[in-house]
């Protein structure tokens, strides 16, 4: 019989030993895992979006001849108004041809090929432009002007002198042209505020579009589901967890709170289908339904926080407002809700943070159409939050159906968008914990 | 029926009496009820408040209630019913009126105004957290009624055992479920192969091993993919996962040559879950109480033994719970199986071809421009029926094993 020494590992503790150290490995590669899938998402989303943050612009003086603008010489809007995009193009092909010639970089293309690497949305921005101030027609005005994607895209990498030669919106020539007319200061890069501010822009380009119609949706939206669901949400949860009687009834509507909040939010886009549009003929595509349709969503997502804050404050608090003479209802209104406020605020920043995320239910109700007047918030015609409009995740949706490759540039810097806004919403709902949190 | 009163009395009231008359008016009798109530109930006592049976102020309450909440309560019933047409502004301002009044006349030195105040109050209460079985009561019945309307359309057994889909809008549509079902839970399958044993060994070791800085940064780095949208997940699938899959397996390996893919959505998707089973199992790995650690330990245990013998059998039904409630949001989601997924609906092994599910057929037979009576736009109403039942019956299942264990060690 041999004697081990127990400082030296036999085979089967050395097996144990190993098997200790795997375990332990497959949980470190389980949250490496997790981390390098979210590093990657976001790598992907930033690298594909932050692009469209910046936006190519050329400055162009174009002539604004009156034959062409406004032959009767009296400059009334109306008859200005005439005067369609079309007529504006072929003075826009002029102004650059111009432009190009001026700076002396020998080119063999075309005026109109010339001209065609402007975006088309540049002939409306310089006819919105005569008729905000018609007194330049007879001048001439010099404006920074969209380049279209093709070209955007050459400086943002995402289109090559070989991809150009396959493609027949654009040119390997144009590209050249465009990076010596970079070189020479007339082509610039700046930050791309209109990418907030304006509306969608057709299939054509992808430059032009904008998130503003999307950003005020779904403002109205977060409005509508703050109004509607926070004093309801909180109603509902003070009675169910200061009021409610313990018996089947209170059981039914607890057991079916928790089950709203797992049911899959399209089923919500169809209740809002059938409801508010079918049967109450409420507005297709119109941020009232869907801040109701997210409310009915949200509400139960607020619910389960705003109980778990209300329990969290001691009974000895409900019981010294009781002993000093107080109702229920006074104990709750008066010393139990503020001390819970801070929870519940958490909470609901939270819920409108997965409601402004949310797009499935959005899609059903109509909020897919493309949209280019800004609603208003208020109209007798189509009544409060009435007029049609989009949201955010839905306008990342729909960018990602259109074809055109710039779009994918759009959807990605529409995301970086909605995630600053969500980022903000979490900050501030973990400020508002961290400040006010308390510990009985 | 009532679609059509209800949308000819919205119609004739915007000629008539604009709906915010009477509730602008409703408003202010309450506003004003607050003030005369509190003056007479002060007036009543002779300027001595010690004679009330409440506050001046808490029968100022108890009147803008009582205008209040009886109004409300018939706006919500003539907005559900809709049968009072044209005079629902006029009952409103009457309904007003008449709690003003009624609750003015109320005030004396005896009358109990805050436990009568309270009783509004309780009310309203109630209704808030009765609008929770409402919702579900819409849910349902709106899915039923159109259900019944395909149904009265199409023959249900077609609908459940057809292997066919092929909607095609001039009629003569087959709308067999089976191969939406089957995109469904192949993709729900991969997803949670892939979460539920990451999502759980990142929930043992943030809980067993991990030290307190780890742990402080690897649990709000988790959390995070909680908390983005879910068409963040389908962008990320439809740009990066689904050409990389492409590109590096399935064109390679033979498989196909299409970028969204059964395997490209249950991926992406797999990862949104992880959060999901990590910190509901991590709930339930701490709920298991540390005696029972300690005492496997104490006999010899290494922590893995431990954990493997001991902390997992004991929290298995949470996670059980856990695993049903990830799947139930597998089967769910929507925007992940639209972008990443595909739309063809075809019953097939192969992992790397595109594949439909309930989710996307939904979105897409209610998003085109489509006759609201024809069976291919209902069935979209059969398939959410269909959803809603699945998913309820997994979170049921789910909540229930996920309750009674936890009742079992507190």
């Given at each position: 019989m041999t004697h081990k020494s127990l400082l030296i590992a036999d085979a089967r503790t050395k097996k144990r030993n190993a098997a200790e150290r795997r375990f332990k490995a497959y949980g470190l590669s389980a949250i490496v895992v997790a981390i390098l899938a979210l590093v990657m998402l976001l790598v992907s989303v930033f690298g594909t979006g932050a692009s469209a943050f910046r936006q190519t612009y050329a400055t162009v003086t174009v002539p604004l001849p009156e034959d062409k603008l406004d032959k009767s010489g009296v400059r009334d809007i109306e008859v200005m108004k005439k005067v369609t995009t079309i007529g504006y193009t072929k003075l826009l092909n002029e102004g650059f041809e111009n432009v190009v010639i001026a700076s002396g970089i020998p080119t063999g293309l075309s005026r109109k090929d010339i001209g065609g690497m402007l975006s088309k949305e540049a002939a409306a921005t310089i006819r919105d432009h005569i008729l905000a101030n018609p007194d330049l027609v007879g001048t001439e005005a010099t404006l920074d002007l969209l380049m279209n994607g093709r070209i955007d895209g050459y400086f943002k990498g995402r289109v090559t002198l070989e991809s150009a030669a396959l493609d027949s919106n654009t040119s390997p020539e144009e590209l050249a042209l465009a990076q010596a007319l970079k070189d020479a200061g007339i082509i610039h890069t700046k930050f791309n505020w209109a990418f907030l501010t304006n509306p969608d822009a057709s299939d054509q380009r992808p430059e032009a579009a904008g998130l503003g119609v999307a950003i005020l949706g779904s403002l109205y939206m977060m409005i509508v589901v703050l109004v509607t669901s926070l004093p309801i949400a909180v109603a509902a949860s003070i009675y169910l967890e200061e009021f409610a009687p313990k018996n089947r009834w209170t059981d039914l509507i607890e057991v079916n709170i928790s089950n709203l909040a797992a049911v899959p939010s399209i089923v919500y886009g169809i209740l809002g289908l059938a409801i508010f549009i079918n049967f109450m003929e409420l507005n297709q595509s119109s941020p009232l339904v869907g801040g109701l349709v997210l409310s009915l969503m949200t509400l139960p997502r607020i619910i389960i926080p705003a109980r778990a804050a209300l329990k969290s404050v001691p009974p000895s608090i409900r019981d010294a407002a009781l002993g000093v003479g107080a109702s229920k209802m006074q104990s709750v209104f008066h010393h139990v809700l503020p001390l819970a406020a801070p929870g519940i605020l958490t909470g609901v920043i939270i819920g409108l943070g997965q409601a402004l995320g949310e797009t499935a239910p959005l899609l059903l109700i109509g909020m897919v159409a493309f949209v280019r007047e800004y609603p208003a918030a208020y109209t007798p015609d189509a009544g409060l939050f009435g007029e049609a409009s989009t949201a955010l995740p839905v306008q990342v949706y729909n960018w990602t159906q259109r074809?055109?490759?710039?779009f994918v540039e759009r959807a990605s810097g529409a995301i970086i968008t909605l995630l600053i806004f969500l980022l903000v919403m979490n900050a501030v709902a973990i400020f508002l914990r961290r400040k006010f949190e308390r510990r009985w | 029926m009532y679609a059509t009163s209800l949308a000819q009395f919205t119609k004739d009231t915007r000629h008539m009496l604009p709906m915010y008359v009477p509730l602008l008016a409703t408003l202010l009798l309450a506003v004003a009820g607050y003030y005369f109530a509190a003056k007479r109930a002060a007036a009543s006592a002779g300027g001595d408040i010690r004679k009330l049976a409440a506050l001046p102020s808490q029968y100022g309450l108890f009147t803008a209630l009582s205008v209040i909440v009886p109004t409300l309560a018939a706006l919500i019933v003539g907005l559900g019913f809709g049968g009072l047409s044209g005079a629902l502004p006029l009952v409103l301002l009457s309904v007003a009126g008449l709690g003003f009044l009624v609750s003015l006349y109320k005030v004396s030195p005896a009358f109990r105004a805050r436990t009568h105040a309270e009783t509004w109050i309780k009310i309203i209460l109630i209704a808030a957290s009765v609008i929770a079985i409402l919702t579900t009561v819409g849910i349902v019945f709106s899915m039923l009624f159109e259900t019944r309307n395909f149904f009265s359309q199409y023959d249900w057994r077609a609908f459940f055992f057809s292997t066919e889909w092929s909607p095609n809008f001039r009629g003569n549509s087959a709308l067999g479920i089976i191969p939406l079902l089957w995109g469904t839970l192949y993709i729900s399958l991969i997803a949670l192969t892939f979460a539920v044993p990451v999502g759980l060994f990142a929930a043992i070791y943030l809980s067993e091993y991990a030290s307190r800085r780890t742990r402080s940064f690897a649990k709000p780095a988790i959390e995070i993919l909680a908390g983005i949208p879910t068409i963040v997940y389908g962008l990320f699938a439809l740009i990066t996962v689904g050409p990389f899959l492409r590109d590096y397996f399935a064109q390679p390996m033979g498989f196909g040559d299409s970028a969204s893919s059964v395997m490209t959505a249950g991926l992406v998707m797999g990862i949104m879950l992880i959060p999901f089973v990590s910190s509901l199992s991590d709930d339930i790995i701490n709920a298991v109480p540390q005696a029972m650690r300690d005492g496997s330990l104490g006999l010899g245990a290494t922590k893995s033994e431990t954990i493997r013998q001991v902390v997992i059998p004991a929290a298995l039904p949470g996670i059980v719970g856990a695993i049903l409630l990830a799947a139930s949001r597998a089967i769910g989601e929507t925007m992940i199986v639209v972008l990443g997924a595909g739309a063809a609906a075809r019953m097939s092994l192969n992992p790397f071809e595109a594949m439909t599910t309930v989710t996307v057929k939904i979105v897409s037979q209610l998003t085109g421009d489509t006759d609201f009576a024809s069976p291919e736009t209902l069935v979209a109403f059969a398939l959410g029926l269909t959803l809603f039942v699945i998913t309820l019956g997994l979170n049921v299942f789910a909540l229930y094993i996920v309750r009674k264990y936890r009742e079992q060690y507190e």
């Open positions: 074809a055109d490759p710039g | -």
